[in-house]
Structure formats: C-alpha cells, structure tokens
C-alpha cells in the first residue's frame, strides 16, 4: 500500500515542455526528496526539502527545482525538458529523526523525445 | 565519502534454493545500513534496517542481513526464495549528517522454476 503518491506515472513529452512531476504523501512526513534513477546505477538525489518553504538541491546536477508550499505535497518541475531528462523520478518521504528509513512513491517515467 | 558497492549486478537462482546479496560499504563511524527490493514499475520498498546492536536483523518476507563491521559487509540472505522474490535489490548506506542516503547500483535477482 502506498502512503505517497505520484502522478503521473508514465509521460511522454516533446523537447522544449513544461513538464510537473506531483508527489503527495499522507504521513505527515517533514522530510522529502526527489530521486532520479536509471538502470544499472544507483539512485541519486536531486532534491530535497525538510519542510515547508524548504528545499535543497541534492548531489546530482539537475535542471529540475522544486517547491514545498504544503507539507503533504512536493512537486518537481522541468521548464524545458530536453532527452537527457528522460529517466524514472522517485520520490520519497521520512520522519524528521536522524536515520529514518525512506518511504517510496512508485515513481514517473518520463520519455522526453 | 559515504559509498556503497553491491558487486553482483544479476543473481540467478532455483526457486527453494538459498539466497545471499552482497554489500559493502565506506563509512568512517557508525554505519546505519538498510536494504530495499524494488518489483518492476514499483518504488522501492524497505526490507530490514540495521542501526546498532544485534548483528543480525530479520526484515520483512523472509530476509534478514548481517552486519560485520570488519568486513564493512552488510549481506541480505534468505534461506529459501520464492518466485515473488524476483526483483531488484538495492542497499542502502545514510550519512552523517542524515542528509542523505548513499545506494549501491542494485542486484537484479531471476528466480527460475
């Protein structure tokens, strides 16, 4: 069962979109990020916030920026989406605690052609 | 750095046979360790964590991992595989500051009849 949501779950969409990945959680979490994964890698940050009106960029270099205007809701935003976008995002959730283990949404592929 | 190796990209195994997955990692104290499976289309899920204590911690659906700190090793096994257990299997290892999670590149496991 998923306490965090994210919509939608497959895009396809030309160069030059605007495109918003949304994610939602129910858990009231403070703490959320943004994964981008590929296959055969590990997954990488690319952003995270803890908490309202924070938000942080993580290791990996993104295009992306993201906003926490509410806690339950975490979307991320491409203005121009170019091929090199073309990955699954996930994004995730956990407690404020040091340590606390990450609760995963199902992801978004998205194809950029 | 915080890093974590998995040098098994893909396991093959017979359904009822024993399982272990490697993982190392680089840390320079304590380390909080966790492991995640991912079934196709889906985020990832956690299995078992591993903060301090007993060395050995029992997850959900069978699995547990044991922790060595002289070998910085933190393998997953499961003594007997099912089908269901098909999927890719990520380790986890988060830093210092609980920032951030480092993840190896996965181990696809193929659970053959």
């Known amino acids: 069962e998923a306490d965090i949501y994210q919509t939608p779950r497959y895009l396809v969409i030309g160069t030059g979109k605007k495109i918003t990945l949304e994610c939602s959680q129910t858990?009231?979490?403070?703490?959320m990020y943004w994964y981008q994964q590929d296959p055969g890698m590990e997954l990488h940050l690319i952003h995270y916030s803890y908490g309202v009106n924070s938000t942080e960029k993580g290791d990996l270099s993104s295009e992306s920026t993201v906003s926490r205007i509410r806690t339950e809701h975490f979307p991320l935003t491409l203005e121009s989406a170019r091929p090199s976008h073309t990955s699954q995002y996930l994004c995730?959730?956990?407690?404020?605690?040091?340590?606390?283990?990450?609760?995963f949404g199902n992801g978004t592929r998205l194809t950029v052609t | 750095a915080q890093s974590v190796t998995q040098p098994d990209i893909h396991i093959t195994v017979s359904e009822g046979a024993s399982l272990e997955l490697r993982c190392n990692y680089s840390y320079g104290a304590t380390p909080y360790l966790f492991w995640y499976v991912q079934s196709p289309g889906q985020g990832l899920q956690l299995l078992l964590k591993y903060f301090s204590g007993d060395t050995l911690v029992q997850g959900i659906k069978g699995f547990e991992a044991e922790f060595k700190r002289s070998q910085s090793s933190f393998n997953l096994r499961k003594p007997s595989v099912h089908w269901s257990d098909a999927a890719e299997y990520f380790c986890?290892?988060?830093?210092?500051?609980?920032?951030?999670?480092?993840f190896g590149t996965g181990t696809s496991l193929t659970v053959i009849p």
């Open positions: 986890a290892v988060v830093s210092n500051t609980g920032n951030q999670f480092y």
């Open positions: 995730a959730s956990s407690e404020p605690e040091y340590n606390s283990p990450l609760h």
């Open positions: 858990m009231g979490h403070d703490k």
